[in-house]
């Protein structure tokens, strides 16, 4: 399974390390096959990647995961977690009044549906760039 995984868990766990440790947040990290790239855990402060194959497919996804989550980490860290949680809601309950018909509808795109995932996306594809670079230079990829 390893040697066919596109970077090792050391080298992953390294460059989670320092993004993590550049925005100041506190989270742990798990690897898990799930089908979704990742999830973060409100209030438990988790960090669920997905080591499943073939779901991050490469460098770029893999860091653009780890940022988008990593902003939900700051987003926890400013609001407190209980109050992002209920506005994450908040916003789903508005999503779904307006969408009666189609209640899990918001699921499929979170970034219209839920400006928290929009600003965790937009944080993400604007900085991952320098991070694979920097990374790149440290031989992590
Ligand atoms: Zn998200």
Redesign the pocket.
């Given at each position: 399974m390893l040697l066919t995984e596109f970077i090792r868990e050391s080298e992953k766990n390294q460059m989670i390390a320092a993004i993590l440790k550049d925005h100041k947040v506190r989270v742990r990290v798990v690897y898990k096959s799930i089908k979704d790239y990742a999830y973060y855990v409100f209030g438990k402060g988790i960090l669920e990647i997905s080591n499943k194959k073939g779901v991050i497919r490469n460098e770029k996804d893999f860091i653009i995961t780890v940022l988008?989550?990593t902003w939900?980490a700051v987003q926890a860290t400013k609001m407190g977690w209980k109050k992002l949680r209920d506005a994450y809601e908040m916003e789903i309950s508005k999503w779904q009044l307006e969408n009666p018909k189609d209640m899990a509808g918001w699921m499929r795109d979170?970034r219209k549906a839920i400006s928290f995932?929009n600003e965790?996306e937009k944080y993400a594809q604007k900085n991952w760039k320098q991070w694979y670079n920097k990374f790149k230079k440290q031989n992590l990829i």
């Open positions: 988008h989550e939900h979170k995932e965790a």
